[in-house]
Antibody, heavy 115, light 107 residues
Framework: QVQLVQSGAEVKTPGSSVKVSCKAS????????ISWVRQAPGQGLEWVGR????????IYAQSLQGRVAITADESTRTVYMELSGLRFEDTAIYYC????????WGEGTTVTVSS | DIQMTQSPSSLSASVGDSVTITCRAS??????LAWYQQKPGKVPKLLVY???SLHSGVPSRFSGSGSGTEFTLTISNLQPDDFATYFC?????????FGQGTKVDFK
């Protein structure tokens, strides 16, 4: 049974960075394309990006290009999503999920950007 | 980025009804389309992937169809547990985009 466990809630100031982790248990981690999605309060889902292990790269939403980075540490079965230059509008729940079509989800990490 | 236009944004229905939600992609995405259900305060759940493949454990009253740029999610015989918000999502090799969501509530 694959499970994704995310790091805890974060409160950050504008302009700073946040790094959210997503640790996988079960399954063949090296084959996972881990996606990241965020949801601002009361809003819909926004795709953030996806790690593509077979290509050795990550792809990102154009709106976040240059501010977001998704990386992986195979030794700890952990994928990271780092968002820099934080703005108030980056306040959201950040989810990791397995594969492009997201069949298994983490529980979400609340990131609050506040001065 | 590919744009996904989902309609309607909300609909009201009764238990036993059949409802259809539509998603239109701004360019051809073949069958790289998924549908999710989300309830307030909960993590989204996958219903359908590859446009028409039902995810394990999802009731057969949910069905997806379409390819290219036009896709639909149909819920037949609506049950009380189905009142929620539904999102389409394209996940081709180079990007991902969600539709704006459709809230299904009680008539």
């Amino acid at each position: 049974q694959v499970q994704l466990v995310q790091s805890g809630a974060e409160v950050k100031t504008p302009g700073s960075s946040v790094k959210v982790s997503c640790k996988a248990s079960g399954g063949a981690f090296s084959n996972y394309a881990i996606s990241w999605v965020r949801q601002a309060p009361g809003q819909g889902l926004e795709w953030v990006g996806r790690l593509i292990p077979v290509l050795g790269k990550s792809i990102y939403a154009q709106s976040l290009q240059g501010r977001v980075a998704i990386t992986a540490d195979e030794s700890t079965r952990t994928v990271y999503m780092e968002l820099s230059g934080l703005r108030f509008e980056d306040t959201a729940i950040y989810y990791c999920a397995r594969f492009g079509y997201m069949d298994v989800w983490g529980e979400g990490t609340t990131v609050t950007v506040s001065s | 980025d590919i744009q996904m236009t989902q309609s309607p944004s909300s609909l009201s229905a009764s238990v036993g009804d059949s409802v259809t939600i539509t998603c239109r992609a701004s360019q051809n995405i073949d069958s790289w389309l998924a549908w999710y259900q989300q309830k307030p305060g909960k993590v989204p759940k996958l219903l359908v992937y590859k446009a028409s493949s039902l995810h394990s454990g999802v009731p057969s009253r949910f069905s997806g169809s379409g390819s290219g740029t036009e896709f639909t999610l149909t819920i037949s015989n609506l049950q009380p547990d189905d009142f929620a918000t539904y999102f389409c999502h394209q996940y081709n090799s180079y990007s991902g985009t969600f539709g704006q969501g459709t809230k299904v509530d009680f008539k």
